[in-house]
């Protein structure tokens, strides 16, 4: 089984920056994109940035200039890094990661790390 382990998330206030890291285990040596959403209460889960192995990124526009997706591609590990965050940036956070299982592609996602941004 391939597992996602999210960390980094907490309650910060305005302006301030946090840090989520998600590490990927399992029998798994690669990947195609990593990436990153979020869910806030009563609203659908959005993209929020996404980065593939070569390292060609895309960000929604709510993030661009403020946050940083990166990984580090031998430990298949994806990060965020969130500067100047806003209360409307509170959500849970969500890693992914695109593999191909048997030449299948397959996504895997975290179990989530709530990001609290007080105003």
């Known amino acids: 089984q391939v597992q996602l382990v999210e960390s980094g998330g907490g309650l910060v206030q305005a302006g301030g920056s946090l840090r989520l890291s998600c590490a990927a285990s399992?029998?798994?040596?690669?990947?195609?994109?990593m990436g990153w959403y979020r869910q806030a209460p009563g609203k659908q889960r959005e993209l929020v940035a996404v980065i593939t192995r070569g390292g060609s990124t895309n960000y929604a526009d709510s993030v661009k200039g403020r946050f940083t997706i990166s990984t580090d591609n031998a430990k298949i590990t994806v990060y965020l890094q969130m500067n100047s965050l806003k209360p409307e940036d509170t959500a849970v956070y969500y890693c992914?990661?695109?593999?191909?299982?048997?030449?299948?592609?397959?996504?895997?996602w975290g179990q989530g790390t709530q990001v609290t941004v007080s105003s």
């Open positions: 992914s990661v695109d593999l191909l299982i048997s030449l299948l592609p397959t996504r895997y």
């Open positions: 399992g029998s798994i040596s690669s990947f195609n994109a």
